[in-house]
């Protein structure tokens, strides 16, 4: 991970945001008393998502389950 610091990331905040849109690369920016990590909009929401997903009892399991299963195994109808 990039660390930058925060009077850096200051007079580069524009480069810096789309560095990290492109790359996908989180960046550290440190400051005097604490610090700080710019991550994209994008890599926000997924990580945003599999929290939530993973945070529901069970699908982090079933999930599994069905990654595992060969798709020839796999039914085309969905039971609602």
């Given amino acids: 991970m990039?660390?930058?610091?925060v009077t850096k990331a200051r007079a580069n905040l524009y480069k810096l945001l789309n560095e990290t849109s492109e790359s996908h690369e989180p960046?550290?920016?440190t400051?005097?008393?604490t610090n700080a990590i710019l991550v994209?909009?994008?890599d926000w929401r997924s990580?945003?998502?599999?929290l939530y997903i993973t945070s529901i009892p069970g699908m982090r399991e079933s999930i599994m389950e069905g990654l595992q299963t060969p798709i020839d195994e796999?039914?085309?109808?969905?039971?609602?």
Avoid: A, P, V, Y
């Avoid at 990580?47 to 599999?50: A, K």
């Avoid at 796999?74 to 609602?80: A, R, T, V």
């Fill in 47 to 50: 990580i945003q998502e599999t």
């Fill in 31 to 33: 400051g005097k008393k």
């Fill in 40 to 42: 994209s909009e994008d």
């Fill in 27 to 29: 960046i550290q920016i």
């Fill in 74 to 80: 796999c039914s085309e109808e969905i039971d609602l």
């Fill in 2 to 5: 990039k660390t930058i610091n």
